[in-house]
């Protein structure tokens, strides 16, 4: 009996601040400041989000911040689904201590980070562009998802690959019939922490990219209309729900496959 009251009780405290940044985003500001308790609003508006997607330029932003989170996604996959089979397949050297050593860029802040990138990306001649954004973004995501993809590749039935090997198949052929399409939760979900990160990443986009407004991600964008007196709270609450919605979108797009046990009767008995 207790079970639905606390998976009620939990739903509503996480979506109650979503919610709330909803239903302020379409009222008018004016009636915001007459009735500032009032969580329904008399009149809906969407003059908040015309406002910051074209005279805040956040349509602008929100096409830096998909270019920029797509192709980290993409280029983070790329690199390591080779790299987190090999640990997790090929015997060498090593072999141990290099998963480890994956890891070891969490050990250092990010803040510590962004001296060394940040004169390396002057010298590079990509501050203030978004490959060198995606650059950092990737050097950040890929020593984590090499070890999210090593450990569910481990549990990829052996047998399923060698019979892929009789069959006639190479190692590389065999990854991709065979090992990517067992993994797709797992690319899913390493897939989707990739791409929140470099969404969401705020640190990183300041530093390299606040001289050129016309590159900034929509995180950059809503921390400016957050630090200005100009901008009404609607238009910010619109801003966050800009910045948030498609994160949202995408997790449930992909629920099927986060939860899906798709390795179950690959391995017949």
């Known amino acids: 009996m207790l079970r639905p009251l606390v998976i009620v009780f939990l739903f509503l405290i996480t979506a109650f601040p979503f919610l709330y940044m909803v239903m302020l985003s379409v009222r008018d500001i004016q009636e915001l400041i007459l009735e500032p308790g009032s969580l329904w609003p008399r009149d809906l508006t969407l003059d908040t989000y015309v406002d910051v997607l074209t005279r805040q330029g956040f349509l602008t932003f929100l096409g830096n911040s998909t270019i920029v989170a797509v192709s980290s996604v993409a280029v983070t996959l790329l690199v390591s689904i080779p790299g987190a089979y090999a640990v997790a397949r090929l015997r060498f050297f090593g072999r141990r201590q290099v998963h480890f050593l994956f890891l070891a860029v969490y050990l250092f802040p990010a ?119 100009e901008v009404p709270t609607t238009v910010l609450m619109a801003g966050s729900v800009v910045l948030t919605l498609p994160i949202v979108i995408v997790f449930f797009a992909g629920e099927r496959l986060l939860t899906a046990g798709l390795t179950a009767g690959a391995e017949k008995g």
Do not use: H, K
Not at 122 to 144: C, D, E, F, H, N
Not at 181 to 195: C, E, I, K, Q, V
């Open 111 to 229: 803040i510590v980070l962004a001296i060394p990138l940040f004169v390396l990306l002057t010298m590079l001649g990509l501050r203030g562009s978004l490959a060198g954004l995606i650059l950092v973004y990737i050097a950040q995501t890929v020593p984590v998802t090499v070890y999210m993809l090593r450990n569910y590749f481990e549990t990829v039935p052996q047998s399923v690959e060698e019979a892929a090997a009789i069959d006639g198949c190479t190692r590389l052929s065999t990854i991709w019939r065979v090992v990517l399409p067992l993994s797709r939760p797992a690319l899913m979900a390493t897939g989707l922490y990739a791409f929140m990160i470099a969404w969401n990443e705020f640190l990183f986009a300041l530093l390299f990219l606040v001289e050129r407004r016309e590159s900034w991600t929509v995180s950059l964008g809503l921390s400016q209309l957050a630090g200005s007196i």
